[in-house]
């Protein structure tokens, strides 16, 4: 494909990802083509290019007869993974070896500063990249590539869960003040502290997926009993 095509090819899965992560399609919604080729001025061969990509990705679910949909997790299915990177959290923040070397925070600060910077300009997309870079550098400190990956994998996983979060005015003011007591633990010696900071930094994303399926149940029953 030509590197002109290509780029837009790109340019389509960054927005349909996009409005799906920071919830402008909502779990659940039906991703229609002749919808989304009009939404992003796109042709059918790029919308479907995309779908599929983003279904590799986990964000997407097609089912026969059905067709595509933002993919959608049940309350227990939210419960049970975030158990899991939980546990993996955890782990990864008691193994950091404090008080941490001074590279690391000040990388974990640079990091931080553009964080804050997208957070002001409004810019979603650098907000999200820059909190994945914030994280991944700071577990990364862990000493265990193989935990490190895995938590890579949840993260992936949570994608949908979380980052709508960060789109939200009061979440990101609560993030960013997470994140600049999580520099401040680092350069003391209490990874329990550390520990439970990095375990409850993921509890508002949760709760507000957890809410947000909840009200898509609430308007199926409704819409059953209109019918």
Known sequence: MPESRMDEQAEIIKR?????????????ARLIEDSLM???????????????????????????????????????????????????????????????PAALVAELEALQAEYVANAEKGDLRGIHDTNDAFHVALFGACGNPYLVGSLQD????????????????????VSINQHNVMIALLRGNDNWALAQLCVEHMHSSKADYLARIADVWVDVQDNSTDV
């Open 16 to 28: 349909l990802e996009e409005d799906i992560i920071f919830g402008r399609l909502p779990p659940g």
């Open 38 to 100: 009009a939404r992003y001025g796109a042709s059918r061969h790029f919308v479907r290019q995309a779908l599929v990509q983003l279904e590799h990705t986990g964000i997407v679910q097609r089912e026969k007869n059905v067709g595509a949909t933002v993919r959608s997790y049940s309350a227990e299915q939210v419960r049970q993974i975030y158990e899991v990177r939980e546990m993996l959290t955890r782990q990864a923040a008691l193994m950091i070896r404090l008080p941490a």
């Open 154 to 173: 949840y993260m992936g996983l949570t994608l949908p869960m979380r980052a709508k979060n960060l789109a939200d005015r009061e979440g990101l003011r």
